[in-house]
């Protein structure tokens, strides 16, 4: 059997979970691009390569958004093609195709494209097939194109290897996968409770790893640790094979890891100080990075990497999670979320964010912003305020508090009296799908309630209809509340209103319903 074929019969045999990943979808890549001075192409009319596609989880929800857009996935599995082409035909979505394809079998006839992602397969494949993704993004990348590659890294990956590399060698005397996985779970288990395993350090290496591990599917485990490649990169070694195959390096796809603000000032001194190479690799150096998302393009497009505010206009907003207002006193405003915590006492970021916590889940353009911030602090005159706007923006999006996009799809702030859900949304709930893919383009776990009543969300139902439907799913013997231990419906009428409305809330809140 040729290496080629064995990947193939291991996807075979346990396919990969597609969905959405949404540092891929071209809107993002777009809009760093637009961060560079880059001139990539606008997403409405776009061209998408997904090379390793799996079962199409993630281009499936992009082709259903954009319309207008064509979009082509290749994975060398037959199982995870039939799925990811029986999905496009239920959708009935004629601007994507699937096909069976050895990574290696492509070349410049293949067409060109102004996107192509590919996640989760370079460090996977053996290096001639390494360098020839790169090769294609040489040869299939549009003149404006920008190519998205994930990979493992050094150093952080010579902790993990460690577990890798004995999950490796006790699982080479097990036939079948599911022997090799629950070998591996108690040879981990074993080590990390063993008192004869003395070196703490080297303890809390495989505890972390198990952790880790922890909450993964099967098939995440046995395809990281168990296939045959599994091959990490320095950062510098990427660059320089990036290099040689005659592309250009443009940065990474995380903005926070792309604009580096929460080093302190000395290490950010260090930065500029030092090549982009080098910026690059004591990055990884410091946070023992473990993985990259890494964008490439042509060499001989503009690039300006000098991010300034002013590459923000045209762009809309919307905070990263929700965020509170904890406490106001003299001295500061603080704003808390579940990961985020901002105090401020300057009267304009003040008046963003406020602005930023009304309209959440929300989008607003960086123009809409600017106004609301002088109809806040009653000022139509200040020339200092939008160039403050513009600036406090751009330290947000680089922490992580903001999020940047162009022309989103927009989000309702509220459930209103016809609530909808996209299409793409209901289709997934109609056939069984517990998780859906929500209009930030990430994954979203639901209850049986939240995904029986999404199949009705067509914005032609009022919240009468949606009691109705729910109760009638409840005489069908749903046995459990969401977010609750009771096995009882409720059964007064406005118990049940309530009940729908805590329901939408939680779809609000996970970005589904759309405005």
């Known amino acids: 059997m040729t290496l080629e074929s064995a990947i193939a019969k291991s996807y075979d045999d346990l396919p990969y979970p597609s969905g959405p990943q949404p540092l891929t979808h071209p809107r993002h890549l777009s809009m760093i ?9 606008k997403v409405d009319q776009c061209r998408v390569l997904e090379i390793g596609c799996a079962g199409g989880g993630n281009i499936l929800p992009m082709a259903f958004e954009l319309p207008q857009s064509r979009f082509v996935g290749i994975d060398i599995s037959a199982r995870q093609i039939n799925e990811a082409c029986e999905s496009a035909k239920r959708l009935a979505l004629d601007n994507i195709e699937f096909q069976r394809r050895d990574i290696l079998e492509l070349n410049a ?8 992602i590919c996640h989760g397969v370079f460090s996977w494949v053996p290096k001639q097939v390494q360098d020839h993704i790169l090769s294609l993004g040489k040869q299939l990348l549009g003149p404006q194109g920008i190519m998205y590659v994930s990979y493992n890294t050094y150093p952080g990956w010579h902790m993990r290897g460690i577990a890798r590399d004995m999950l490796a060698y006790h699982a080479r005397k097990f036939e079948t996968i ?19 395993l003395r070196d703490e350090t080297y303890r809390q290496i495989l505890k972390d790893e198990v952790e880790h591990l922890t909450g993964h599917h099967d098939a995440y485990i046995f395809h990281e640790h168990f296939e045959e490649n599994n091959t990490p990169l320095y950062f510098h070694e990427f660059f320089e094979r990036v290099t040689a195959h005659e592309l250009r390096y443009l940065g990474d796809a995380n903005v926070p890891e792309l604009m580096k603000a929460d080093f302190d000032e000395a290490t950010q001194k260090l930065m500029r100080d ?12 410091l946070t023992a990075r473990t993985f990259r998302r890494s964008l490439v393009c042509h060499p001989d497009q503009p690039l300006d990497r000098n991010i300034g505010p002013i590459r923000l206009t045209g762009l809309s907003f919307a905070l ?5 207002i904890e406490g106001e006193d ?7 979320g579940q990961t985020k915590k901002i105090a401020t006492d300057h009267p304009f970021l003040e008046a963003l964010l406020c602005e930023l916590v009304k309209s959440w889940p929300s989008w607003v353009t960086v123009e809409e912003l600017v106004y609301r911030a002088r109809d806040v602090l009653e000022d139509d005159t200040d020339s200092d305020l939008e160039d403050s706007v513009f600036e406090d923006l751009l330290l947000l999006l680089a922490r992580g508090v903001v999020l940047a996009s162009p022309n989103p799809t927009q989000l309702a702030t509220s459930a209103g009296p016809l609530p909808k859900v996209s299409g793409f949304v209901r289709a997934q709930c109609t056939t069984g799908r517990s998780v859906v893919t929500n209009l930030r383009h990430a994954a979203v776990s639901l209850s049986p309630w939240h995904q029986h009543l999404c199949s009705f969300l067509d914005g032609s139902h009022s919240r009468e ?7 009638r799913f409840s005489l ?34 996970c970005y589904l319903l759309t405005a």
Request: aromatic share 10%; net charge negative; proline share 6%.
């Open 33 to 41: 691009g637009t961060l560079f001075g880059f001139p990539a192409v």
């Open 109 to 116: 006839d293949f067409g060109q494209f102004d996107y192509i």
């Open 178 to 196: 599911g022997e090799k996985l629950a070998q591996g779970r108690s040879l981990l288990d074993f080590l990390i409770h063993s008192p004869d």
């Open 274 to 285: 030092v090549s982009l190479l080098e910026q690059e690799q004591f990055t990884d150096f």
């Open 320 to 324: 990263a999670e929700p965020l509170q």
């Open 330 to 336: 003299a001295l500061a405003t603080t704003f808390v």
């Open 465 to 471: 209809d949606l009691r109705l439907e729910l109760q």
């Open 476 to 509: 069908a013997g749903e046995p459990v509340l969401p977010n609750s231990s009771s096995k009882v419906f409720p059964i007064s009428r406005d118990q049940q209103l309530h009940f729908v409305d805590q329901l939408l809330q939680d779809l609000v809140e």
